[in-house]
């Protein structure tokens, strides 16, 4: 059985890739969530994690896995970015610090489509499909060949998870429109059942945000899209990205309920997942913490899937993601 | 404090035991309880230094669930706190709570000794209704299961800022994993005491914290005893 896991985490974005005994983390913000899911799943050892990019709702929860005590991180990939002074930054470098001390963890200052290309996690391979390494070593605060900034979600790792030659998962960090450009010229294959949208929904930098919306899901072509965001956190995600992605006629799954779909909280949690999920206990899941199933092409687990629909048909006031119908 | 729906069913235990010096606060607590058919037994007497009389005197009375207020000294109940009581009872796995009025002076000193102490609750805050989930918080942590906002992981401690006088040191922390941009005092009780001398500001120390907590209040820290110097960090 080879699955992932996308977290409810709120603001921010994790996913856990489970298969045949190997585990590997993409991302963690915050909090205890992924600590307490790991130990009670009687994980520990994470085979390889992966930093997406330097941003504190992706990495905070990496710095708890590098210093603890119960479970073992062996190898951990990320991009260095040298336009990083922040503190959570220099708390990342504290927390690499201790692991080499420790010697308890590899940690592979490189994250590019050609190292390490690819890695194996059991059955699952994961595929790098940017930053290319010229783009990588270009950094955040250069220009790109279009005279484009470069930022820290630019340089966001694409990553991709497949199980045989099935179309997969899309993890796409907070990538904007010159980090997917770069993936694009060098015709890199973006294609899965399954995107999970960079930025949590969040508006790109780009000023044609709706460009940035038909740009990749063209490459991706999803059936279904996971927004990873967080009730009340920067209105994510924005109607200026749902109505597109909803046009195009696949399934959209928010992690937690946007307070445009439906003004209070819903405690009715019939519908969720049995993993832990950030927004369960005040209401805010929408649907939570989803597994994906890579033998099932990166799908949802149909029961779940149909209970999340019906939740959403039968209590979210306003949805964002039943648009298309109604344009009917 | 958890969410309430985390354990939406639980029943309230039938008999509580309230620990509080001032008569007029019990009282109302123990009207609190009988509102809804909870029968309060209530332990008042002098104790002086005698924690062992009292924590005798509560286990007499056959409840299964406590409640005891912080400060116990103003109308002469007793000289220690109420969190040392509560502690005492947790060795031998009795459920009990902490009532505080969280004033600034006891809200360090419920720090230090809040990993003994599972569940607090603001005499402002107290509802009857949540007491089954209080006791399962409690029952938990003495099946060393303790719930998310309880659990105890191992991570790093950015030290911030550091006042040193003449016999007190206070220390600004900052936990990464927890909230990265605020700044909390740390009590240096809870810290190996050999490390709080070498400790300078942009050092890191390493303890067990429960990063899972909601709020500053519920913090606690356990085994901080291992320190990374500032210079070993590189980018320093």
Known sequence: MSDVVVFDVAHGNCSLVRSQSAYCVVDAPLGALLLNTLEDMGISCIDVAFISHADKDHIAGVIGLLSSATIQLKKLYLNPDSQKRTKIWRDLLAAVSVAERQGSCEVISTLTTTMPGTVTVGDVVIHVEAPSASFALAGSGSVDTQGRHITSNSISALLRLKQGDRPGILLAGDIDEVGLDDALNYDRDLTAQTLVFPHHGGLPASSDTTAFVDKIMSAVNPSLVIFSNGRGKHDNPRPEIVSPVARKRCAIACTQLAGRCSKSPIFNLGHLEPHRAYGQPTGASCAGSMTLDLAEHGRRPASYERAHQKFIDDLVETPMCRVPRLDK | ?236
């Not at chain 2, 103003?74 to 009872?89: E, P, R, Y």
């Open chain 2, 1 to 236: 404090m958890l969410g309430t729906v985390e354990f939406p069913d639980i029943e309230p235990p039938r008999f509580v035991t309230i620990v509080d010096d001032d008569p007029e606060d019990r009282e109302d607590l123990m009207d609190q309880l009988r509102d809804h058919n909870i029968e309060p037994r209530a332990v008042d007497g002098r104790y002086g230094s005698d924690i062992d009389r009292l924590i005798a005197d509560v286990r007499a009375t056959g409840s299964p669930f406590v409640i005891c207020d912080h400060r116990l000294q103003i109308k002469n109940l007793a000289s220690f706190n109420g969190s040392s009581v509560i502690k005492a009872l947790g060795l031998s796995k009795h459920p009990a709570m902490l009532l505080t009025m969280y004033q600034s002076t006891n809200r360090l000193e419920l720090r230090e000794a809040r990993a003994d102490v599972p569940v607090v609750v603001s005499r402002h805050d107290f509802d009857v209704s949540q007491l089954g989930t209080y006791a399962e918080i409690c029952r938990r942590e003495f099946a060393n299961d303790p719930v998310d906002a309880r659990r105890a992981h191992r991570t790093l401690i950015g030290i911030k800022g550091i006042n040193r006088t003449y016999n007190h040191t206070e220390l600004y922390v900052t936990i990464p994993n927890w909230r990265p941009d605020d700044a909390i005092i740390l009590p240096v009780a809870c810290i190996a005491s050999d490390l709080v001398p070498q400790l300078e500001v942009g050092d890191y120390l390493l303890g067990d914290v429960n990063v899972g907590a909601k709020e500053e209040d519920d913090l606690f820290f356990k085994n901080v005893n291992e320190i990374m110097k500032a210079n070993e960090v590189t980018g320093s």
